[in-house]
């Protein structure tokens, strides 16, 4: 069973493209219905909780949260994430039926409505194995991910070397690939850290100086929808859900203490 689709290519910079796939609209419709059953199977195995992209009640600033008073980010990104998800990778855990809707060449793609969530359970094996290498070499570091921007936050500055070897480790031998060019490390003391595109310090959580300037280009530029949704991302606002009484509403969270 194979989905209708077109490919729209999207310039990323350097000469490259992104490439989304569009299926058609019943198509659409289609693999949205699995999408419940897609986040209750990722429910039911994200043992780790590390993961904050394409969640209910998660998102980029719970995440920066949970770097708050660390003195060193490492950040690592890796390359074409969703074209490295095979069928392999899933093929214990997705029914036969499920991964033919929604695998075009054996990989996922960009832009298929249930690739976000089946990105997440495909890593979560992963996700898995770093906070399990973090706590047997005894490294004092809190580990998040969203989507393939892995990120870590420790005091001790001589572990990030070993974070980096350990990460290429456990996801090179699963088929996903580091992009080098990306990994960052930044240190408390030059002033605030960005993390998934929101500044914190020990103070708190910020809007960066590029959403600052990306809010000045559509005031000039007259873009209301943009001004509106940049002043929304401006406020680092934490899921509704963080402020609800009651063990359900409080979000887990699993750094290598």
Known sequence: MTISFR???IPKGRGKFREIYIASE???????RLLPELHEIHERRNDA???YAFQKNRNCALMALQHIGRCYTLSMDLENFFESVT???VE?????NV???CFIDGRLRQGLPTSPVIS???FLPFDRAIVSALKRLKIDAVYTRYADDLVFSYDDYSVGGKIQTLVRQVVEGGGFKVNERKTKIQSAQNGRIVVGGIALDNSGLYATRRTKKKIRAALHQENHSSVSGLNEWAKCKLPNAIFKTGADATPSHMGAK
Request: glycine letters at 8%; zero cysteines; aromatic letters at 4%.
């Open 7 to 9: 490919i729209v290519r």
């Open 26 to 32: 019943s198509d659409r419709i289609e693999l949205r």
């Open 49 to 51: 909780g590390v993961g």
């Open 87 to 89: 069928t392999r990778h």
């Open 92 to 96: 214990d855990v997705l029914a036969i």
């Open 99 to 101: 991964i033919d809707w």
């Open 120 to 122: 997440n359970i495909a």
